[in-house]
């Protein structure tokens, strides 16, 4: 339970974070409200979800920051800069293993029940939502502070297969920090199901706007708890810098 602590009172410190997480999130989401199903209005869309990933590369930069503790701690311009590319990669990958979760799943529900696959993947997309995002949640627990730690240290990490392992080697830690993005998928469910199909065309509301919040509060909380573990599991100065390494990369200097 230290570790939970610890890691609520690192996020309730630099709450602005929380802030900054919730309204970017809620952009992206009037961003898909605006462009609807308008193909002129992707540019509009690509430009806030680019937005999205700069801004979580802020975030999450100076969250890593703090639970590393450096002697020379960086903006979080910097980190936007340093970490924009890595952090966009992990999340294309992550996203791209959640879209053929859908895929199959979708594939085996026509299957079953002989209808269209439009109509499947829009039942399977509704109904399993809250599973789907779940999913993701618990790849980018670890993966991302180790694509982070990679990026500091300068070197090259398979950040999703370590990401995985680090549940295998801290079990209990895990269990803990799992509660939160358990949390997160209950809280958004909940809105999800309450909503009903179609919502997601609809402008964010209050309600929605409100849950934002909440989330993007547990998954700072979660993210910092899984920084400071992965941290202990690859224990070592998080300030070498490996040979020939990109001297631009977010991190003190060697």
């Known amino acids: 339970m230290t570790l939970l602590r610890e890691s609520f009172s690192a996020v309730n410190a630099r709450f602005h974070l929380v802030g900054i997480y919730t309204l970017v999130a809620l952009l992206v989401r009037f961003a898909g409200h605006w462009t609807g199903d308008d193909p002129s209005g992707l540019p509009l869309m690509l430009g806030a979800m680019l937005l999205s990933v700069a801004a979580d590369g802020g975030i999450f930069g100076v969250l890593f920051q703090a639970a590393m503790g450096p002697k020379e701690p960086l903006s979080f311009l910097q980190w936007m800069a340093g970490l924009f590319l890595p952090v966009f990669w992990l999340l294309f990958k992550i996203g791209l293993l959640q879209a053929l979760l859908i895929a199959v799943v979708s594939t085996a529900h026509q299957a079953l029940t002989g209808g269209a696959l439009p109509e499947s993947f829009q039942r399977v997309l509704y109904w399993g939502l809250p599973f789907f995002d779940l999913t993701?949640?618990?790849?980018?627990?670890?993966?991302l502070p180790v694509c982070i730690l990679?990026?500091?240290?300068?070197?090259?990490?398979?950040?999703?297969?370590?990401?995985?392992?680090?549940?295998?080697?801290?079990?209990?830690?895990?269990?803990?920090?799992?509660?939160?993005?358990?949390?997160?998928?209950?809280?958004?469910?909940?809105?999800h199901f309450a909503l009903g199909p179609g919502s997601e065309k609809a402008p964010p509301g209050y309600a929605e706007g409100l849950v934002s919040l909440a989330g993007a509060y547990l998954t700072l909380v979660a993210f910092f708890g899984?920084?400071?573990?992965?941290?202990?599991?690859?224990?070592?100065?998080?300030?070498?810098?490996a040979a020939g390494a990109d001297p631009t990369a977010p991190g003190p200097a060697a």
Not at 226 to 241: I, M, Y
């Open 136 to 143: 993701a949640q618990v790849l980018a627990l670890y993966s």
């Open 150 to 191: 990679a990026r500091v240290r300068r070197t090259w990490r398979p950040a999703i297969r370590q990401g995985l392992a680090v549940f295998r080697t801290r079990p209990s830690e895990s269990g803990l920090l799992l509660l939160l993005p358990l949390a997160v998928t209950a809280i958004e469910s909940t809105l």
């Open 226 to 241: 899984a920084t400071r573990v992965v941290l202990a599991s690859f224990a070592g100065d998080p300030r070498e810098v």
